[in-house]
Structures are given as C-alpha cells and as structure tokens.
C-alpha cells in the first residue's frame, strides 16, 4: 500500500500525497474542525479535502484560519470555510455551526481538536490556568457536540472524533491539566457513543502520541527530546507525523469504521507502553522553556 509522502513541520500542505483510501471516500460530505488552522488540525483538514470533503475550520484566530483556507483550498479544490469561535462559549459555536448550515446545508462529521496544553509542575500550576486546559479541551468538546448534535446530528446522524492522548494512561509527570482533561473526553466519548448511537451517531477519539511539526509538540520540548535519543525507548524508535493521525482521523470519520464507535485509537507508535516518565528530565525542560519566555 502507498503511504503519503514526507510530512510537513509547518501549516502547509504537503508537496505531494498518494492515497491510500479511495479519492472520493468523503465525498459530498462536510466535516467541522476545531482547531483546524493549524497542526493536527489543519493536516485532518487536507486529508479529508483530499478525499472529496468539503470543511469548516474554527477557531480563535480568523486571521490565521482564512490564511489556512486559502492553502487547504488550493491544493485540494474544495471548499474550505474559515469561522471564528471560542469552544469555550456556547453561543460562539450556534452562530458557527448556524453559518455552516447556510453555506452548506448540512454537517456531516464534527472533529474535536481544539485543545490547550503546556509542561508544569502541579505544584506550580494555577487555579486559573488548571480551569483553562478543562475549558477549552472538556468544556469545550461536549460545547461543540452538543451544539452540533442538537442543530443537525441529531435527526440526521453524522460522526464524532474527539483528539485527545495518552497522558493520563500512567498519569505523565507535569500534565496534570492536560491529562485530566483529555481522560474526562475519553469518557464523554463512550457515554455520547452510548446516548446518541441510536440517532446514528457514532463517537470516536484518537489518541495521538508525540507528533513532530506541531506547536503542542514544541512546546512540550519535542525538539530537543528528539535529539537527546529518548526516541529510542518508543517501539517505533520515533515520533508520528500528522497525516498519520490524519489517516487515523480519516479511518474512524468514515464509512471505512461504519460499525465502530465509543472507540478510543491510540496512535502513538507505542510511546505510553515503554517510554520512561523521567520527571527531572521534564522538569529541566520546563525550566528551559520557561527561561525564553
């Protein structure tokens, strides 16, 4: 089987792609991505456009979402719609997923990859800052599915993937925001799965490990853990890349998954079975980052 070609450490495109499902898998089909301007996000939206889709990305930052469009848009030949909105705000979500329905007229897959994340000690992490993370990466899935579900999934079905990791497999040192936050999405994901399976909804989350060319991945000393070997400890001895998880994305948004849902798909080369969860190492990275800042 064909794999993509070499992925991209910045938010561009890739220079070239061969398919591995069928070009016209989504076809006909519209996906709204939170977060979709960038990383993770901005390659699930280029694998999916690829493959017939048309998109939504949305986020904070309109400026960099409309930039993003331009790119996705050009390269795949379909629409690409840049929203505004703050997960963390019910009505910001209604009048993005209203807009969507007019230009559209219908939803058909909700990606989930909005999220926050950064290296502290708990001991040092705010009040504030712990609620952030919750927010946006908790709060802000269920805001985003419900929204979705009550305007259109639920009398039409349509899919759900939640982006989360394996933080809180083994409770990773100087997460304790993230990994919190990502364990209550993994459990939102088999209650929704539950709850909406009968409107023809299926819920789904893939859980990435180290990703290269992403900001979560900088900051989080990806970098310079890359270069200090600890890759090795992974079975896969590296990191993934995004569209890796973009495929991963592509599979369960699909009718390739048509009969799985409350899944959780860890795609993380088998980084949270092996590797070490060296906190003085982590420490001394955060204490880097922290240092430029």
């Not at 979709?36 to 996000?41: A, H, N, P, Q, T």
């Not at 390269?75 to 719609?81: I, N, P």
């Amino acid at each position: 089987i064909a794999q993509a070609g070499p992925d991209v450490g910045t938010d561009d495109c890739l220079i070239s792609y061969t398919h591995i499902y069928s070009p016209d898998l989504l076809t006909g089909q519209v996906a709204f991505i939170t977060g979709g301007g960038s990383g993770i996000g901005f390659r699930i939206a280029e694998i999916f456009m690829r493959h017939g889709c048309d998109t939504v990305i949305a986020s904070r930052n309109l400026d960099k979402l409309k930039e993003a469009a331009k790119k996705l848009s050009a390269v795949s030949g379909r629409r690409c719609l840049p929203l505004c909105l703050d997960v963390r705000q019910p009505e910001s979500i209604t009048a993005a997923v209203d807009e969507t329905l007019k230009e559209f007229g219908h939803i058909d897959i909700l990606i989930n990859n909005a999220a926050g994340n950064f290296l502290c000690p708990a001991t040092s992490l705010s009040f504030n800052a712990f609620r952030t993370v919750m927010e946006i990466d908790t709060m802000g899935t269920f805001n985003t599915s419900k929204v979705v579900y009550e305007k259109w999934f639920q009398n039409h079905g349509g899919n759900i993937v939640n982006i989360s990791a394996t933080l809180g497999y083994r409770g990773q040192a100087l997460q304790v925001h993230a990994g919190s936050a990502k364990a209550a999405n993994d459990a939102m994901t088999k209650h929704l799965a539950v709850e909406w399976g009968p409107s023809g909804v299926r819920v789904n989350t893939v859980a990435p490990g180290p990703v290269s060319g992403t900001e979560g991945f900088r900051r989080l000393g990806g970098p310079k853990v890359e270069v200090s070997g600890v890759f090795q400890s992974i079975p896969m001895q590296r990191a993934g890349n995004k569209t890796e998880m973009a495929h991963c994305v592509l599979f369960l948004a699909s009718r390739a998954s048509s009969y799985v849902t409350g899944a959780i798909l860890v795609s993380d080369g088998g980084a949270w079975l092996t590797s070490a969860n060296d906190v003085s190492m982590l420490l001394g990275i955060a204490s880097s980052k922290t240092a430029k800042l």
